[in-house]
């Protein structure tokens, strides 16, 4: 390849990329905290009442990060971001986002929410002396489907975090590499 053509190739992929995180950042921005603490508050109840295993979880972690809307789009490159709470008694001790970026076959847009349980003090720990957690770095996170769901139990439970997703809107086809950031933000 042609150092100009290499250069194009680059550019396309910087402008597409500002793009796509840029159109998808805004809309899922909260519009403040106390917006944020209830609409977090209001995935995690509907969560429970459509897996209740997710309750179970609940009972047992060490925290809970809840992410009320992630926005993705993408086409051949994409993106996503939303932020979310991190619950630890029962109330909110810090707010985080999360952040991925993707490219490979994909088009469309969707949103979402997403819940990890933090099962242990070193998945707690990890998340808040860290400068973000990337999935696949770090504590041992299991997305949990439908099927898996109903076989948790206590006696099951040996990683470190469990995720869910839930609340699926919009059309999204890939075949991607993506990566997830979560990061502390203020609030």
């Known amino acids: 390849m042609t150092p100009i053509r290499r ?13 796509m995180l840029g159109s998808v950042a805004l809309p899922a921005a909260a ?36 992410f009320p809307k992630v926005v993705k ?5 994409g993106g ?14 810090d707010f985080y986002n999360t952040v991925s970026a993707s490219w490979g076959w994909q088009v469309g847009a969707e949103s979402y929410a997403y819940v990890v349980f933090l099962m242990s003090d070193k998945a707690v720990n990890y998340l808040a002396k860290s400068k ?8 041992t996170v299991v997305a949990v489907n439908e099927g898996m769901a109903k076989n948790l139990s206590t006696s099951t439970l040996k990683d470190d975090a469990y995720a869910f997703i839930t609340d699926q809107q919009g ?4 075949l991607s590499i993506e990566g997830t950031k979560i990061s502390r933000i203020k609030r």
């Open 171 to 174: 059309l999204m086809a890939s």
């Open 132 to 139: 973000g957690w990337e999935f696949g770095v770090g504590p």
């Open 7 to 19: 250069t194009i190739h680059k550019l396309l992929l910087l402008s597409a990329t500002a793009f």
């Open 31 to 66: 519009a403040n905290a106390q917006d944020l603490e209830r609409d977090a508050t209001e995935s995690l109840q509907a969560l429970y009442k459509v897996q209740p295993s997710a309750e179970l979880l609940s009972k047992k972690a060490k925290g809970i990060l809840v």
């Open 73 to 77: 789009a993408g086409l051949v490159f």
């Open 80 to 93: 996503s971001y939303g932020e979310g709470v991190l619950l630890r008694g029962g109330k909110v001790s």
